[in-house]
C-alpha cells in the first residue's frame, strides 16, 4: 500500500515570496492534515479537513496560509508572502475514518525561508 | 483544552539498557494516548496507542506504554535498548467522544531524543 506522499521535500525562498506544497494521501482516507513542525518542537495541528470539507482550521494564520482539498483527495498548502519563522517541516498526515485513531504521515517538506 | 508534557528533551542509554521516555498529559475527557518515532528526515512513525482497552499497550520493536489515569501519565519503556532505536519519540493525546471515536486532533508533546551508545 503507498504511503502518503508530499512534493516537494526540500524548499528553499526568500522571505515575501509564495509557496506551495502537495500532499495526496493513501487511497481511500477520508481525513487529511496538514502539520508544522518547528524545529525542537512537537508537530501542531494547522488544518484537518473531511472529504473536501474543512474540520478544524483555528490554528491555521489565515492572513498568509491557505489550504484546499477540492476533490476530497489530494491537498495543497499555500504560504503567501512567507515569514522567517514560517520555517519548518510541514507534515501531511491522512486516516481512514474521522476518528483519526491511527495517523500515518508523509515524510514532510522542509520550508527553509531566508 | 489538552496538552502533552515530555520530561527531558534528551535521553541517552547504553546499548541493553532499559529504555523510559516519561510523558504526562492533561485533557478534559478520556483520552487516547499515543507514541510516534521520527527518524532523521522522516516522518512520525505509530509506536503504540491506548484507546481505553487495556492499560498496558504494546507496540512495534519491543515498545510498550503504561495509562496510569491517577498520575496522568503514559511512559514509554523498552527493557533493552538497541542502536536502531536512536530516534526522536513524540507522545501526542486525542480526546475520545462519545461512541468511541475521537476528534483526530493529535496535540504532541516537544519530544524527546533518544541516543543508544555502544
Known amino acids: 500500500e503507498a504511503g502518503v506522499a508530499q512534493s516537494p521535500r526540500y524548499k528553499i525562498i526568500e522571505k515575501r515570496q509564495s509557496v506551495a506544497f502537495w500532499c495526496n494521501p493513501i487511497s481511500g482516507h477520508a481525513t487529511l492534515y496538514w502539520y508544522q513542525q518547528i524545529l525542537g518542537q512537537g508537530p501542531k495541528l494547522l488544518i484537518q479537513f473531511q472529504n473536501n470539507g474543512v474540520v478544524d482550521d483555528s490554528q491555521l494564520p489565515k492572513d498568509r496560509f491557505s489550504a484546499e482539498r477540492l476533490k476530497g483527495v489530494d491537498s495543497t498548502l499555500k504560504i503567501q508572502p512567507a515569514k522567517l519563522e514560517d520555517s519548518a517541516v510541514y507534515l501531511c498526515a491522512s486516516s481512514l475514518e474521522a476518528s483519526g485513531r491511527e495517523l500515518f504521515f508523509g515524510e514532510g517538506s522542509r520550508l527553509t525561508v531566508l | 483544552a489538552q496538552s502533552v508534557t515530555q520530561l527531558g528533551s534528551h535521553v541517552s542509554v547504553s546499548e541493553g539498557a532499559l529504555v523510559l521516555l516519561r510523558c504526562n498529559y492533561s485533557s478534559s475527557v478520556p483520552p487516547y494516548l499515543f507514541w510516534y518515532v521520527q527518524y532523521p528526515n522522516q516522518g512520525l512513525q505509530l509506536l503504540l496507542k491506548?484507546?481505553?482497552?487495556?492499560?498496558l499497550v504494546k507496540g512495534i520493536n519491543g515498545f510498550e506504554a503504561e495509562y496510569k489515569k491517577s498520575e496522568t501519565s503514559f511512559h514509554l519503556t523498552k527493557p533493552s535498548a538497541h542502536m536502531s532505536d536512536a530516534a526522536e519519540y513524540f507522545c501526542a493525546v486525542s480526546e475520545a467522544r462519545a461512541g468511541g471515536t475521537s476528534y483526530g486532533k493529535l496535540t504532541f508533546g516537544q519530544g524527546t531524543i533518544l541516543t543508544v551508545h555502544p
Open positions: 491506548y484507546t481505553s482497552a487495556a492499560t
